[in-house]
């Protein structure tokens, strides 16, 4: 398991690297093959909403990240076109979450990928769904992490 501040070699995880709300988040990369991502996270005190679950978007976030893993397969920048998710259980500070993105199918410039958010026990807390578009952005030089080199799809 690696801590996605961890170095590494690799376009895909210089992408993590330069993502500030994974290094924020704590997430850990687990599995990092084309098509297939697992990224997980302990829920910590200022992730809870009013409350004293989970926030919803922090779900949403862990579930987006392992979703962008899996689907920047190559050294083209993909991103997200759309995404949905279900909350199906409630979950507590101290409970370790586990995100497994799979894809469905990828043709040309778009894909589907689903993933997974389980808790310790294995319960399923979440289903997303999201709709990837590979986009003509020139992938950002190593190490850059300012932000000056963002642009639009």
Known sequence: MEDVRASHEGELRAMLLRDRVAVTLGLQLVVD?????????????????????????????????????????????????????????PVRIGQQLTATAVRRTRTGRSGIYDVQVVDEAGHVVAEFRGRSRTTRLPAPAPGNSDGADRGTP
């Open 33 to 89: 093959e084309p098509g297939h991502a697992v990224i997980t996270m302990v829920v910590r005190d200022d992730m809870l909403n009013g409350f004293d679950v989970m926030h919803g978007g922090l779900i949403f976030s862990l579930a987006d990240t392992a979703f962008a893993v899996a689907c920047n397969e190559d050294e083209q920048v993909t991103l997200a076109a759309g995404a949905e998710i279900s909350f199906l259980r």
